[in-house]
Nanobody, 116 residues
Framework: QGELVESGGNLIQPGGSLTLTCTAT????????MSWYRQAPRKQRELVAT??????TDYADFAEGRFTINRFTKNMIYLQMYDLQPEDTAVYYC???????????WGQGTSVTVVS
């Protein structure tokens, strides 16, 4: 496993909810901005949500009001997703922004499939 490991992806029906978890293997990400991205089939990877170390968050338009990013613990970031729709189907990735001299870090992804 890598420095960031995602879990919680699943098959779910429209209108359902999922919580994705990103677990860090070190404490070095506490002071870094963390994000969730997603990549849908045949599409480019896109930003879903970000959380700064001070707790300030930002969301893509499609996520505003439906998704919430926050921390469970010092080493765990989650993405709560509500009212999921088929267009939310994607592989979801955890991401740590670069903080020189440290580069950005990506998790391996967890798959979310929304279908009736």
């Amino acid at each position: 496993q890598g420095e960031l490991v995602e879990s919680g992806g699943n098959l779910i029906q429209p209108g359902g909810s999922l919580t994705l978890t990103c677990t860090a293997t070190t404490d070095r990400f506490v002071s870094r901005t963390m994000s969730w991205y997603r990549q849908a089939p045949r599409k480019q990877r896109e930003l879903v949500a970000t959380r700064r170390p001070d707790g300030i968050t930002d969301y893509a338009d499609f996520a505003e009001g439906r998704f919430t990013i926050n921390r469970f613990t010092k080493n765990m970031i989650y993405l709560q997703m509500y009212d999921l729709q088929p267009e939310d189907t994607a592989v979801y990735y955890c991401h740590a922004q670069p903080s020189p001299p440290y580069p950005e870090v990506w998790g391996q992804g967890t798959s979310v499939t929304v279908v009736s």
